[in-house]
C-alpha cells in the first residue's frame, strides 16, 4: 500500500491558541493555515504499486535521485532539506541501457515540468553518480501535477511546494518528499493510501531536536488523534550564521567571488570546512588558478577545456568540491567563455554550498540513531562524497542572487557590424591591390636598343 505521512510545524500545540477550523473524523481531516508554519509530505510507493511504464524505466537505473529548490527556499533542520538552488539529478546506471532512460526521464520531465530537454551527453561523471544541474524554474502547477501523478494523490492535496526530491532504488522502492508553505487544506480517508497526520511543536535539546504534538492515520488501521513525542538526531544543522557574498567590481569577463561573516567555531576539532560549487558552463574554473594558501581542491568534474566558446560546450558546467584551509577573506575567480551573439549576456553565479563536515562518534554517542531520523534522506549527491555518519554544520546563504553581464555582440547590431565588417575589408583589398599595382608598374625595367660596338 502508498504511504503519505504529513508533518506540520506548529507553535501552538501546548499553548492556548484559537483552533477553530481544526477538524478530525475516521474519514476526514481539516487543518487551517493558521495551525502550522510549515508543512512536510513523504510518500513511499512500494515497486508492486509503480506503473510498468515507469518500473521498466526505473529498473535500468540502480539509484536515482532528483532536488529542486525554489529561489529563496529555507532548509529545516527537522525536514533535512538542505539541497541547493534549481534542479539536481543524481543517478546511477545498473545495465547498459541507462541512456536510453536518460532520453526517456528527459522527456518525462521537460514535458511534465516544463525544463529544457537533455541527454547523456548533459551529465557530469563525479566520484558517485552522473549529475544533471538547471536553474530553470518550475511552475508550482507543473510540479503539483507532476507529483500527483507519480503519487496518485489529488492535487488539491498539493500546494505551495518549495522543494522537492525523489529517491529512487531497487530495495527501497520509489520515495518522493516535499516541503510547503501553509495553506487551507483536507485529508480524506483512501482505501488504496494510508495516510498519517501529525502536527508537531519542536524545541531544541543539542544535539537533538524534540517533537510533541498529536498524530492521527486514516485508514484500515484507524488511529484517532494521540499524543506523540518524536526525538530525532540530525544529521544536518544550520550554523544560524549567513555568509555575506559579492563579486568583486569591476566584473568584466573574470567574476570574482568574495565571501565573508564565516564567524562559526564548530563543535569538535574533527571537523573540517568544505566547499561545493556547482558553475554554469559560461563560467571556467581554473584548477591551475586557485589560493592554494586558502583552498585544498579535492575534485573538480566537468568542462575543463579553457579555450572551448560556450557552443562547443556540452555538459552543463562543472562542480567543485574543495577544503577551506583558511577561512579569512575567502576568494575565488571564475573566466567567461565566449558565448553566442545575444541581446542578453545577463549569467547568473550559483553561491556554493559552504558548510563543515564533523565525525560524528564525539558529537553523538550511538551514531546509529541519525539513520533512524525519519526526516533524513541519504543518497546521492554532495553527502554521498561522506560517510553515513557524517554530521554536516551549513552556513545559510544571503538571499540574494549574484547577476552579472557577460559582454557579448548584440544581435540587433549584427547587420550593421557585418556591413561595417565587409566595407573595412573591401576598403582594405582594395587598397592593398591599388599599392601592388603600383609598385608594379614603377619598378617594370624600361627596354633599351644595345649600342653596336
Known sequence: MIKQRITLLSN??????????????????????????????????????????????????????IQWKAAGAHPSEIFQNFNQQGLYIHLVPSTSYYQESIDILSQQLSTSLGLEPFDNSDFIVTATSATYYSNSSIENIKLTQFLS??????????????????????????????????????????????KELAILQPKDLVPDIELAGIRTVLGQDYLPPTKTLIYIKPRHFTTKNTIHYE??????????????????????????????????????FDKYQYD?????????????????????????????FLEVLNKTNLEMTYHSRYIEPSSDGKTVLLT??????????????????????????????????FDKDTIFFHFENEPKTLEFNIPTAKVEDFNRIQLT?????????LYLLYKLFRTFTTNTPVSSSKKSA
Open 12 to 65: 501552538y500545540i501546548e499553548q492556548e491558541a484559537d483552533t477553530e477550523g481544526l477538524e478530525f473524523s475516521e474519514e476526514l481531516v481539516t487543518v487551517p493555515k493558521s495551525i502550522y508554519y510549515s508543512r512536510q509530505d513523504r510518500v513511499t510507493i512500494p515497486i508492486e504499486h509503480i506503473t510498468p511504464d515507469l518500473a521498466q524505466q526505473l529498473n535500468t537505473l540502480g539509484k536515482l535521485r
Open 149 to 194: 501523478s507519480l503519487t496518485q494523490l489529488d492535487q488539491q492535496d498539493i500546494n505551495n511546494i518549495e522543494d522537492f526530491e525523489l529517491n529512487w532504488d531497487k530495495e527501497s522502492g520509489l520515495k518522493l518528499q516535499w516541503v510547503s508553505s501553509p495553506s487551507d487544506f483536507k485529508i480524506s480517508k483512501s482505501t488504496e493510501i494510508r
Open 247 to 284: 563579486l568583486q567590481s569591476p566584473i568584466g569577463l573574470h567574476p570574482t567571488l568574495k565571501l565573508s561573516d564565516l564567524n562559526y567555531t564548530p563543535p569538535s576539532e574533527n571537523c573540517k570546512l568544505f566547499w561545493v560549487s556547482t558553475v554554469d558552463n559560461r563560467l571556467i
Open 292 to 320: 592554494e594558501k586558502k583552498f585544498k581542491l579535492l575534485q573538480s568534474w566537468g568542462e575543463i577545456d579553457l579555450e572551448a566558446p560556450v557552443w562547443k560546450v556540452s555538459k552543463f558546467g562543472s562542480i567543485q
Open 352 to 385: 556554493p554550498n559552504v558548510f563543515y563536515a564533523c565525525d560524528s562518534p564525539e558529537l553523538i554517542e550511538d551514531h546509529q540513531l541519525i539513520e533512524k531520523n525519519p526526516f533524513d534522506s541519504y543518497g546521492l549527491g554532495y553527502e554521498s562524497f
Open 421 to 429: 565588417t565587409l566595407s573595412v575589408v573591401s576598403i582594405g583589398t
